[in-house]
């Protein structure tokens, strides 16, 4: 029990981290189904009469293919939703629900069905398939990885400890045992030379010999120095030959702009490797992220124009971003990052989007749910 509350105690920290990967993934799914479902959950079959009953079994319809349309003798008008307007996509919160109950996989084959009723089962496995897949399988069993992993790291601490605590023992009995049979031999030492003491053994000192030989001096060698050491200058004087006075001003100036533009890829380079650059941008994707999720069903009309002005104005400013770095760090340091790759694609992506939205107003692929890939970057925090 104690190595169980230790490895929960211990793990509370991964747990956090684990928690806000959670989070960051639901929001993901929670704003891409938003582009997607939000207003489509409003419509069931009613009997066409004057009492305008709803059916007995309620799901949702569409007036268009591929959706599932009403049986005859019925139409397709408004409703609260599913599950008395709860399950949903009209706004974040709803959808930020949604996306956990289906995380949780409780019912989330329902809301499968409801959104094939609604819009048609031709691309919808492509929202639901990797939500199941990251948000269930993935994410949530990490959670379980993390307590067994620090369940067996503390089970494998109390075992370590437990044999350097038996070893320290066996170490200090063979050195209790050594000591004792050192004591024993020093014993027998004393009392030998008691007895050779006693016996009156006496050892003669040895005549100290000393060797007084010692060769003569070695003769002085004359060494002779010779003082004349002439050397001999050679001074080459040679004039330095003038250059020719034809040297173009093109060069120059040339030379002065080249300078003046690498110092300006310089202190570019400098501006978008610091930390405050980093803290705006993160802030910029933090709003655009705020603008993505505030789109909600039968929303007034300034907020769409304000959305639609502030879509183009994020967009240059990543696109600023992306040709900042550009320049400042060359493309092969540019594309060396994998985030980097990923922000050109996703700038690419939107910028499709927006010229396909402007192109066809009226037809909508989903391709503008590439903006919510843009959160992604906020996991740069969690580095």
Request: aromatic share 12%.
């Amino acid at each position: 029990l104690q190595i169980v509350l230790k490895s929960i105690i211990k793990a509370m920290v991964p747990l956090l981290q684990i928690g806000l990967l959670l989070f960051f993934a639901i929001l993901m799914f929670a704003i891409i189904g938003l582009e997607f479902y939000y207003g489509k959950l409003h419509l069931t079959c009613y009997t066409n009469n004057t009492a305008a009953e709803p059916l007995e079994l309620q799901f949702p319809c569409g007036t268009r293919e591929p959706a599932r349309r009403c049986p005859n003798g019925t139409v397709c008008q408004y409703w609260i939703g599913p599950n008395a307007g709860i399950t949903q996509f009209d706004n974040i919160l709803f959808a930020l629900l949604t996306v956990f109950q289906c995380i949780t996989m409780e019912g989330w084959t329902t809301i499968l069905y409801n959104t094939n009723d609604a819009l048609g089962a031709t691309w919808n496995w492509l929202y639901f398939i990797p939500l199941i897949i990251i948000g269930s399988f993935f994410v949530l069993n990490l959670v379980l990885g993390v307590l067994s992993g620090e369940f067996a790291k503390e089970r494998e601490r109390v075992e370590n400890r437990r044999s350097f605590l038996k070893l320290r023992r066996q170490q200090q009995i063979e050195r209790e045992l050594n000591g004792y049979r050192a004591w024993i031999d020093k014993a027998e030492e004393v009392m030998l030379l008691e007895e050779n003491k006693n016996a009156g053994e006496k050892s003669a000192l040895d005549v100290l010999r000393r060797a007084t030989i010692k060769k003569g001096r070695m003769e002085m060698m004359h060494t002779e120095s010779s003082d004349d050491h002439y050397t001999e200058i050679s001074s080459v004087g040679s004039p330095l030959a003038r250059t020719s006075i034809k040297s173009t001003k093109l060069l120059e100036s040339s030379s002065y702009f080249r300078r003046k533009e690498r110092m300006l890829r310089i202190s570019i380079r400098h501006m978008v490797k610091s930390h405050a650059f980093y803290w705006i941008i993160l802030s910029l994707v933090a709003l655009n992220t705020v603008c993505v999720a505030i789109v909600h069903y039968d929303q007034p009309l300034w907020l769409t124009n304000f959305l639609y002005y502030a879509e183009f104005t994020f967009l240059g400013l990543f696109l600023s971003e992306m040709f900042l770095k550009m320049y400042g760090c060359g493309l092969r340091l540019y594309f060396h990052s994998s985030f980097n790759c990923f922000d050109c694609g996703v700038i690419i992506g939107s910028i499709f989007d927006v010229v396909w939205t402007m192109i066809r107003p009226e037809t909508s692929f989903g391709i503008s749910v590439l903006r919510a890939l843009r959160l992604l970057r906020i996991f740069k925090v969690t580095k």
